[in-house]
């Protein structure tokens, strides 16, 4: 069984830290490549960039949460939900549809990154 993950590419776990401007203040992200890879295809989704979906998922999250305890984590379970929600149907797994319209469509998209 743990042959399918200990086979993976070492690459995928590799940490990588990313410096980015959230309202002007410069923060940095550490993250694994394979959760960076991700979020880069969630973000092509809405026709946006890295930087542009983590800026919105942070305003998203104060809005609905007022703060954030551990934003890293956060992104981490953005990305398995994504994932998730793809296996399990609630999203479309052609990534050319973008996932913002899915959300009026799929009751479970308005929960996908909450």
């Not at 993976?8 to 980015?20: F, H, I, Q």
């Not at 490549?33 to 983590?54: C, H, P, S, V, Y």
């Amino acid at each position: 069984m743990c042959e399918i993950f200990v086979k993976a590419d070492p690459g995928l776990y590799e940490s990588k830290a990313r410096s980015l401007r959230l309202h002007g203040v410069v923060t940095s992200i550490r993250l694994e490549k394979l959760f960076w890879l991700t979020l880069q295809e969630i973000a092509e989704r809405d026709g946006m960039n890295t930087n542009q979906l983590i800026t919105r998922l942070y305003d998203e999250l104060i809005e609905y949460r007022g703060h954030i305890d551990n934003f890293s984590s956060f992104l981490r379970v953005c990305c398995l939900r994504y994932t998730s929600l793809m296996v399990e149907g609630d999203i479309s797994t052609d990534k050319n549809l973008p996932l913002a319209g899915a959300r009026e469509s799929q009751p479970e998209m308005a929960r996908f990154l909450i």
